[in-house]
């Protein structure tokens, strides 16, 4: 599947362009070779070095686009206090960080004390609120870091950049980490990664295991033209 971070979107005319990127089973205009979800990063500018969406932006995107499935990207310290927000906005799922559960209040540290989570509480959360909940991992955090949650979980998200900003370059490592996570999920639990990643890298991306990829520059980045090829080549279909 194919996930277009609205990160590098226009955020002027955000509900059109979301409409040309999405398949028109998600009430998009694109066709069959569409995405087929959108997928939306919020930043606290504390967990990460940026500031972005909130519940706001969610909300507006299920008003124009009511069949969209909308993924969004918690990089916050305190996610339980956003999940809420989020259900009532509409959206379909929710992934947060384990890196605030571990003491690790930045995402490239080394800002560190207490854990700032519950996984378990924020999962249950998410799942009593009608939401799909994910977790996910950032490139410096040991992958058996996850453990203690797998079980829980319908979606695993590699982080593939140090996350922030689109248009980083791809961390190779990430690969490694989603062959040693599928080993451990059941066939339903989806592999999600985000950064970097673009038609060049997704074939590898996609046989290392991962079943969901996030693409922000290399979807928006393009003249709309060019914005269906891209989607194609990143899904392999």
Known sequence: MAAASILSADFGRMADECRSVLSDEQ???AGPGGADLLHLDVMDGHFVPNLTMGPDMCRGLRRALP????????????PGQYVDAFADAG??????????????YRSKGP?????RCD???VIGRVHEAGMTAGLAINPPTPPDALTPWL???DLVLVMSVNPGFSGQRFIEAALETTRGLRRF???EQLIQMDGGIGPENAERVRESGCDVLVAASAIFGRPEPERIGAITAIRGS
């Open 27 to 29: 009430g998009g205009s």
């Open 111 to 115: 800002v560190e004390g207490p854990a």
């Open 151 to 153: 079980e829980m979980v």
């Open 119 to 121: 996984p378990a509480e």
């Open 91 to 104: 959206a379909d799922h929710v992934t947060f960080h384990v890196e605030p559960a571990l003491g690790v």
């Open 185 to 187: 999920l059941r066939d």
């Open 67 to 78: 069949s969209a499935t909308l993924d969004v990207h918690l990089m916050v310290t305190d």
